[in-house]
């Protein structure tokens, strides 16, 4: 059974950090793309950051450019989100999601596991 689950949200003030951790299990990460998507009320979901199945090729939204990084340790299914310089507008529910790297579609598209996610809220 795949399971994906989200954990190290908080609220934080402007400026400040969090670190977002994401567990998997049920498939073999190293043949997944995983990504971090977002979702702030009244807007539709977005992707935030990806990184490709060895860990290398990553891609971000301008929006967090320099300021977020993403990780993953295959070896301990995990994937991580480091989120740095905090702003009110980064404020939403934060998604992992993964797909299978045979999976058609943009870095942003077409993923097939995600979990509840975890709220991320910054004060200004």
């Known amino acids: 059974q795949v399971q994906v689950v989200e954990s190290g949200g908080g609220l934080v003030q402007a400026g400040g950090s969090l670190t977002l951790s994401c567990a998997a299990s049920?498939?073999?990460?190293?043949?997944?793309?995983m990504a971090w998507f977002r979702q702030a009320p009244g807007k539709g979901r977005q992707g935030v950051a990806a990184i490709s199945p060895g860990g290398g090729p990553t891609d971000y939204i301008d929006s967090v450019q320099g300021r977020f990084t993403i990780s993953r340790d295959n070896a301990k299914n995990t994937l991580a989100l480091q989120m740095n310089s905090l702003k009110p507008e980064d404020t939403a529910m934060y998604y992992c999601?993964?797909?299978?790297?045979?999976?058609?579609?943009?870095?942003?598209?077409?993923?097939?596991?995600w979990g509840q996610g975890t709220q991320v809220s910054v004060s200004s």
């Open positions: 999601a993964a797909k299978h790297l045979a999976r058609e579609g943009t870095v942003w598209t077409n993923y097939t596991y």
């Open positions: 049920g498939y073999t990460n190293s043949n997944y793309w």
